[in-house]
């Protein structure tokens, strides 16, 4: 059973430059959500995508876009890019029909590393 | 913002039990208490869930007290594979919430 899959595992980039991030989800699961993690930090909420459309966006510029295919993967886009975008960044993904419940476990794959020069 | 506090760190010796604590004063009576952990270079784990009753699975056991402010991670016998950054998180998933909010949890080390 595949787990969250992220391509590519690493990334480098130089500021200003547009970045676009891949998501494969858990066999089973429709929902993806993308969080951001700078280092030493918490994984924080960028945004999640249900049924193709996004559901709820943490505090994050525009600059951060998203986008969900009826497969069910995710794309993570990212234009502009400052130094400050350098992190690693998680999709978790999940079961919609739990989206309302306590069970709503996240699983996550092993992220991408992008590093902005 | 977290709605949790951890210690930073703790440290454990192989084989014995980890006990993590979370302070979570805050929490809604729908709020449910998740626990996490990051394995160094690797996304962050489900370990364990509750609302208010004491739960156990084949990973860990969560202990939450009777007034809900505060919960205790048990990991009954640690090994050097447990070393991770363990995240205690508050969440209530009705409504249009659905994100995860991570503390910066504690880093729990296990020595040989």
């Known amino acids: 059973d595949a787990g969250v899959t992220q391509s590519p595992t690493h990334l480098i980039k130089t500021r200003g430059q547009q970045v676009t991030l891949r998501c494969s989800p858990k066999s089973g699961h429709d929902t993806v959500s993308w969080y951001q993690q700078a280092l030493g930090q918490g994984p924080q909420f960028i945004f999640q995508?249900?049924?193709?459309?996004?559901?709820q966006r943490g505090n994050f510029p525009d600059r951060f876009s998203g986008h969900q295919f009826p497969n069910y993967s995710s794309e993570l886009n990212v234009n502009a890019l400052l130094l400050g975008d350098s992190a690693l960044y998680l999709c978790a993904s999940s079961l919609g029909e739990t989206r309302r419940l306590a069970k709503n476990i996240q699983y996550f794959g092993a992220g991408t590393r992008l590093s902005v020069l | 913002d977290a709605k949790t506090t951890q210690p930073p760190s703790m440290d454990c010796a192989e084989g014995r039990a980890a006990n993590l604590p979370c302070n979570h004063s805050t929490i809604s009576g729908n709020e449910y208490v998740y626990w996490y952990r990051q394995i160094h270079s690797q996304g962050p784990q489900y370990i364990i869930h509750?609302?208010?009753?004491?739960e156990t699975n084949e990973m860990a056991s969560l202990i939450i007290t009777e007034d809900r402010k505060s919960s205790t991670l048990i990991l009954p016998h640690a090994t050097l594979r447990d070393t991770a950054v363990y995240y205690c998180?508050?969440?209530w998933g009705g409504g249009s919430n659905y994100k995860l909010t991570f503390g910066k949890g504690t880093l729990l080390t296990v020595n040989p």
């Open positions: 995508y249900y049924e193709e459309e996004e559901r």
């Open positions: 509750g609302l208010k009753n004491n």
């Open positions: 998180i508050v969440f």
